[in-house]
């Protein structure tokens, strides 16, 4: 975004508004120039399409800095899914080693997705991928609440947690 300031506004006339939001009235843009001058401030362009363009008496690099914490604000931060992927067979370690990583990221309001992916005679038994998503959902109990339940796709087993808002 171009933004004109003092003498870089094409304009000879202006409509002027000064550092308080008052409607000074037209007035020439080197008399207007002359009077943000004296206030330490500077003349910036709002409205360029206006006949005569408006312009207001404004503190540049105050102006400047606001602009830069709205440009944040408004880049709000997206929830992603972080999945983990295991064998039923999955050791006790590594377990927690996963739910510790998935605590972590529902704190930082991301989803996380548990799939337990079942190989050859392992899909006999699925008791056991059943019984290590229980495990997840009670450590991960207060921390994220269940979004989608226990869903057994093919040789796929998964549950999805959404970060739970405080």
Not at 14 to 22: A, K
Not at 83 to 90: D, L, Q
Request: with cysteine; net charge positive.
């Amino acid at each position: 975004m171009y933004l004109k300031l003092n003498e870089k506004i094409g304009s000879k006339e202006v409509r002027l508004i000064d550092q308080n939001g008052e409607n000074v009235g037209v007035k020439s843009r080197d008399e207007a120039i002359k009077m943000a001058k004296e206030l330490g401030l500077d003349l910036l362009e709002v409205s360029g399409s206006a006949v005569p363009p408006v312009c207001k008496i404004i503190d540049y690099n105050k102006y400047l800095y606001e602009q830069k914490g709205k440009l944040k604000k408004s880049k709000s931060k997206k929830t992603e899914l972080k999945e983990f992927t295991m064998s039923p067979n999955i050791s006790e370690g590594d377990l927690n080693v996963r739910i510790k990583r998935a605590k972590e990221f529902l704190e930082d309001g991301n989803m996380v997705k548990f799939t337990v992916k079942f190989k050859g005679r392992e899909a006999t038994y699925p008791e056991r991928g059943e019984i290590k998503i229980k495990i997840i959902e009670s450590e991960l109990n207060g921390m994220g609440k269940v979004e989608r339940p226990l869903q057994m796709v093919g040789q796929l087993m998964t549950v999805t947690f959404m970060p739970v808002s405080k």
